[in-house]
């Protein structure tokens, strides 16, 4: 139910949130009173009042009106500058003049402020009633027809938008698109997410500068995330002429802000209605592919950063490989030769020196065949192999160091020959490094098994969900899978996406007490993908890991 109003008290509202919200004023009480109750019981929301510094401080508040209605003639203040501050507030709403003299110079004012309708008084209550009906009908026709137009407008700026991701060349669209729907004869565009991180990405006419108090509007609009206009100050400069008047547009990009648009002209101007809000939805879309621009550079730039250090890592790898297995050769030659010369303690401290250049010469090695694999270098050779001999084969070469080590080693193979196609030095790297790394990491009187099966393509993906993919010729043959299970110390869940990454250690003390470089389980993955295979790696922390590795089982 409404709420009468009393016209003695200004700013007086009837409670109605519904019904199209009506601004009256006008210095004449009576006046009020009289075009309140009527519009009012025409089932209106109506706000009166007699002074225009009330109306204008209901505007400076936020308090949002479809209708202006007020008298052109008030001592406090004209019934036009009453209406340029409506407009300014808000660009869209309807403004009827009242007047007891309807000049041809009053009639040119009005129309330049946007005034929708003339009422001379004095004038029916039916009159009225017919001047806002009027009135507000065109306002609905003029905003559907300007958010038509301006979603036509926003699908060709969005097709433009989307052809390029060049921050250049999308900041100057931008910048047209909004000075052209605006109005407006000069733009700045800023790019960051605080006001005090904007950053002047472009400005047209490229002699505009931007000062200040523009910097502080546009940064006043990235923080409260609205348009902001800003009346007669300067806010830029053009080949020395001052630009007065400034609108700031926020820039969005899903919810987050990444910069302003700022939009100034020489004279003081009003926004046509719609095309505040027309300028904020091509912000949205601006905002997006920004973001998205800036998101490329960042990437491309990332990109190419990864890219130069490849190439020095290829290039240390290289130079490392090269300059050491010469010097490492010499020394190995002449301990051996010095070592089966001595006796007693001398010996053994050669023997020493022999294991320990021993294990430089496998972390060359590793380098070697990783860069060997990624330059294409390390093509398979397909050859008919019996797994069950390399497995065994391995075990017996590292039998003397798990013995020492206090550890047992195991195998479980099938009763039949695991023969087929594969490359046997590539297969007899993996298993070297497969069960050298259960070893580290198994303590005193541990277990070490190896195990073989052949599986189907599906049994395979049941065991695995992150198996790969292999071609579908490949997903019809049978499928060999080796599984090396250790009683050691197991792996942190949040390590064993990281275990197969070059030269990473689980952590910085296993690496000082074990040893290592890191290179071997990363020339493992890259071994048995060159196969054709994959390999992964199961785990709980105290009681061991599992590393298993899958290949097409190809017979011969």
């Known amino acids: 139910m409404s709420q009468a109003i009393d016209p003695a008290v200004p700013g007086t509202f009837a409670d109605n949130s519904m019904s199209p919200r009506l601004l009256i004023v006008d210095d004449e009480q009576h006046m009020c009173d009289v075009c309140a109750r009527t519009l009012q019981r025409a089932g209106y929301d109506v706000m009166a009042t007699s002074d ?51 000049s041809l110079e009053n009639l040119h004012q009005s129309v330049r ?21 009027q009135a507000l009908h065109k306002r609905s026709i003029l905003q559907d027809n300007l958010r038509l137009r301006t979603l036509e407008q926003l699908l060709s700026i969005s097709e433009v938008l989307s052809t390029t991701l060049e921050l250049p060349e999308l900041v100057r669209i931008v910048l047209e698109a909004m000075i052209q729907r605006s109005g407006f004869r000069f733009g700045f565009l800023l790019l960051g997410d605080d006001g005090d991180a904007l950053v002047q990405a ?47 547009v926020p820039l969005r990009a899903q919810g987050h802000m990444n910069g302003v648009v700022l939009l100034c002209d020489e004279q003081e101007g009003i926004l046509l209605p719609g095309v505040q809000q027309g300028l904020m939805l091509l912000a949205n879309h601006a905002g997006a592919a920004l973001r998205n621009a800036v998101l490329y550079r960042q990437l491309d730039d990332a990109y190419q950063r990864r890219q130069e250090l490849d190439r020095l890592k290829s290039e240390f790898i290289a130079i490392a490989s090269h300059e050491l297995r010469t010097p490492l050769s010499i020394v190995l030659g002449y301990t051996m030769m010095v070592r089966d010369q001595v006796d007693g303690d001398q010996r053994d401290y050669l023997q020493r020196v022999m294991e320990s250049a021993q294990r430089i010469k496998e972390i060359v090695d590793d380098m070697v065949s990783l860069r060997h694999i990624e330059t294409g270098e390390s093509q398979p050779l397909l050859a008919p192999l019996d797994l069950g001999d390399l497995i065994h084969q391995t075990i017996n070469h590292l039998r003397g160091s798990a013995a020492m080590a206090g550890q047992t080693l195991d195998v479980s193979l099938p009763d039949t020959q695991l023969l087929f196609l ?40 049941e065991l695995h969900e992150s198996i790969i993919q292999p071609q579908l010729v490949l997903r019809a043959l049978p499928w060999v899978v ?43 993955r890259e071994l048995i993908a060159s196969l054709g295979g994959a390999v992964w790696v199961a785990s709980s922390e105290g009681q061991g890991s599992t590393f298993s590795f899958a290949l097409p089982f190809r017979r011969t």
């Open 202 to 248: 472009a400005t047209m006419p490229a002699e505009a500068e931007l000062t200040e108090p523009g910097r502080q509007l546009a940064a006043r609009a990235l923080v409260s995330r609205q348009a902001l206009q800003g009346g007669v100050e300067q806010y830029g400069a053009y080949r020395g002429r001052e630009l007065r008047a400034a609108l700031a």
């Open 52 to 102: 225009p510094h009330v109306a204008i401080a209901a505007f400076n508040s936020g308090q949002h009106f479809d209708l202006l209605l007020t008298d052109i003639k008030m001592p406090a203040m004209s019934g036009l500058d009453l209406a340029r501050v409506a407009r300014e507030a808000d660009p869209e709403i309807a403004i009827i003049i009242m007047t007891g003299y309807a």
């Open 482 to 524: 080796v599984e090396v299970h250790d009683t050691g110390i197991g792996i942190p869940a949040h390590e064993r996406t990281r275990i197969f990454d070059r030269f990473y250690q689980v952590a910085d003390s296993l690496t000082r007490e074990r040893g290592g470089a890191g290179l071997g389980l990363a020339l493992v």
């Open 422 to 461: 594969s490359d046997r030095e590539k297969i007899l790297l993996v298993l070297n490094h497969l069960l050298s790394n259960a070893m580290k990491f198994t303590p005193s009187n541990g277990r070490i098994t190896v195990t073989a099966d052949v599986r189907s393509y599906e049994e395979l993906v």
């Open 113 to 133: 402020r946007g005034v929708a309708d003339f009422l001379s008084k004095p004038f029916e209550l039916e009159q009225l009633r017919l001047a806002v009906d």
